[in-house]
């Protein structure tokens, strides 16, 4: 069994949407936020959107905001990302990824080096 595995992603057109998930294992799947991160070709990798353990609060980059959302699923040990009105340049590999510790805030939620589990990754492509 894959620690930290992502699925869903594929070939889409611009406004299409897409739902990832990614499922835990129980190692992997921590006391803390479960975040989605992507990287395009070229770019370095940046933040999308994260939640804690506890849903009470969600987290999102600027970009994302109204067509991306992020939920959890703790029976299943799994976290989603649900990609409405997606667009060209939605297109990136997308990764899934665990922290030890709850993120306090946005700032600490939305850095690549406060997480400790990182799953290999999702293709996401949107055409235009």
């Known amino acids: 069994q894959v620690p930290l595995a992502e699925s869903g992603g594929g070939l889409v057109q611009a406004g299409d949407s897409l739902r990832l998930s990614c499922t835990a294992s129980e190692r992997t799947f921590t006391r803390g936020n479960m975040a989605w991160f992507r990287q395009a070709p070229g770019k370095e990798r940046e933040f999308v959107a994260s939640?804690?353990?506890?849903?009470?609060?969600?987290y999102y980059a600027d970009s994302v905001k109204g067509r991306l959302t992020i939920s959890r699923d703790n029976a299943k040990n799994t976290v989603f990302l649900q990609m409405n009105s997606l667009k060209p340049e939605d297109t990136a590999v997308y990764f899934c990824?665990?922290?030890?510790?709850?993120?306090?805030?946005?700032?600490?939620?939305?850095?690549?080096?406060?997480?400790?589990?990182w799953g290999q990754g999702t293709q996401v492509t949107v055409s235009s």
């Open positions: 990824a665990t922290s030890l510790k709850v993120c306090l805030n946005s700032k600490i939620a939305s850095q690549d080096q406060s997480y400790y589990y």
């Open positions: 939640i804690p353990r506890n849903g009470e609060f969600t």
